[in-house]
């Protein structure tokens, strides 16, 4: 098994106050989960028959609704 360190500001000091919670599991669930969804994705964009171009329009259509949506 890969072994990974990381930092943890200290703008989050609240984790130094929860002692009994084993970090390498929390951790480890978290980034299974992230790199599960990333996979799903992955499945999904492969079976797209947009172009890039294509998709970039769409997107630039979506964030224009969704800005004109919540400018109100």
């Given at each position: 098994m890969a072994e990974l360190k990381i930092k943890i500001p200290e703008e989050i000091g609240f984790f130094k106050q929860v002692s009994d919670i084993?970090?390498?599991?929390?951790?480890?669930?978290?980034?299974?989960s992230k790199l599960d969804r990333i996979a799903r994705l992955q499945r999904i964009v492969a079976k797209s028959k947009l172009a890039e171009e294509d998709v970039e329009e769409?997107?630039?259509k979506v964030n224009l609704a969704l800005s004109r949506r919540y400018l109100k």
């Amino acid at each position: 098994m890969a072994e990974l360190k990381i930092k943890i500001p200290e703008e989050i000091g609240f984790f130094k106050q929860v002692s009994d919670i084993n970090w390498s599991i929390v951790v480890s669930k978290v980034i299974k989960s992230k790199l599960d969804r990333i996979a799903r994705l992955q499945r999904i964009v492969a079976k797209s028959k947009l172009a890039e171009e294509d998709v970039e329009e769409l997107a630039d259509k979506v964030n224009l609704a969704l800005s004109r949506r919540y400018l109100k």
